[in-house]
């Protein structure tokens, strides 16, 4: 299972650190990834990480400003997001899975968290 949380209002340059903790199982071997879907759109790709050997990669629109990290002691990963502008407002989840393609997509991932919701004011 794999728990997100972290969200909450922020200013428009703010920033918020999301946590996704796994538990009842070990994802340790699995790309892990963030998404967000704003009210009325798909579901978008953020960052993802590669477990084994940390190789990262971001949506453009992200980049720079969004860092991915994980704890390998305790199977979490993170997401720090800085310098926030009103276009990241959206649910955040997170999400395991086996691939790691050329063009991230949420059927890349078998297990997904609940989401955290990010909101940003301008």
């Known amino acids: 299972q794999l728990q997100a949380s972290g969200g909450g209002l922020v200013q428009t340059g703010g920033s918020l650190r999301l946590s996704c903790a796994a538990s009842?199982?070990?994802?340790?071997?699995?790309?892990r990834g963030w998404f967000r879907q704003a009210p009325g759109k798909e579901r978008e790709f953020v960052a993802r990480i590669l477990w084994s050997g940390g190789t990262e990669s971001y949506a453009d629109s992200v980049k720079g400003r969004l860092t991915i990290s994980r704890d390998n002691a305790d199977d979490t990963v993170y997401l720090q997001m800085n310098s926030l502008k009103p276009e990241d407002a959206a649910v955040y989840y997170c999400?395991?899975?086996?691939?790691?393609?050329?063009?991230?997509?949420?059927?890349?991932?078998?297990?997904w968290g609940q989401g955290t919701l990010v909101t940003v004011s301008s």
């Open positions: 999400a395991a899975g086996g691939m790691w393609s050329h063009d991230p997509r949420p059927t890349d991932y078998d297990y």
């Open positions: 009842g199982r070990t994802y340790s071997s699995y790309v």
